[in-house]
Structure formats: structure tokens, C-alpha cells
Nanobody
């Protein structure tokens, strides 16, 4: 059973930074495709950032230039560095992992394409 545990969320004023971490409990972590999703109350889940097992990465337009996804295979940890936070970034942030994405892709904006999920960490940005 793969476990993902997020940390680093909290409350911050607009313009401030936060760094989220996601510890993955599986030695095959280095082969996984990883992602951060977020969901605000009353809204659909949104793919925030994605990273492949070869360190290819992509970010949603809403966070591009402000957020950076990265992974440390030695520590089996996924990160999301969030700078210049805005009130609209307020949401529950979840990390997700999977061994394979349909169609041979290295990322997907569809939550159902990711097999393993963490419980989430809340990020609240005040104006």
C-alpha cells in the first residue's frame, strides 16, 4: 500500500510564500508520475502542477511563474514551492501519484488518472 502524506500548509497573507511537501512511502517512488491538485469549496479539483519520473514538469496557467513543482527521489518527497500567493489560491492541496497514465502521457489534468492520494493540506491566503 502506497501512502502519501502532505505537510506545509497553513495561513499566509497575500504575497507570501509557502512550501508544501509530500512524503511517499514506497521505494518505487522514483518511477512514479506525481502531481499536486487543489480543490476549493464548491469547485472542481484543479491540477496545479505535474512532474514526470524524468523530471519533466508543467504548471497550470493560474500558477505559472509563481509555483514550482520538484521532487527529491533520495528523500522520496514531492514539493510545491508557492510564491506570491493570492486569495484565490486558497484550497485543500493534495499530492497524487501513479505508475502509469493512459495513452503513454507523463501527466494528466484528470484526477482519476492518479491512483494514490494523500489526505491533503489546507492553504488559506488572506488579503
Amino acid at each position: 500500500q502506497v501512502q502519501l502524506v502532505e505537510s506545509g500548509g497553513g495561513s499566509v497573507q497575500a504575497g507570501g510564500p509557502l512550501r508544501l511537501s509530500c512524503a511517499v512511502s514506497r521505494y518505487t517512488y522514483s518511477t512514479y508520475f506525481l502531481a499536486w491538485f487543489r480543490q476549493a469549496p464548491g469547485k472542481e479539483p484543479e491540477g496545479v502542477a505535474h512532474i514526470s519520473n524524468a523530471d519533466l514538469n508543467t504548471h497550470a496557467d493560474s500558477v505559472k511563474g509563481r509555483f514550482t513543482i520538484s521532487r527529491d527521489n533520495g528523500k522520496m518527497t514531492l514539493y510545491l514551492q508557492m510564491n506570491s500567493l493570492k486569495p484565490e489560491d486558497t484550497a485543500m492541496y493534495h499530492c497524487a501519484a501513479t505508475e502509469k497514465i493512459p495513452g503513454g502521457r507523463w501527466w494528466s489534468r484528470m484526477p482519476y488518472d492518479y491512483k494514490y492520494w494523500g489526505q491533503g493540506t489546507q492553504v488559506t491566503v488572506s488579503s
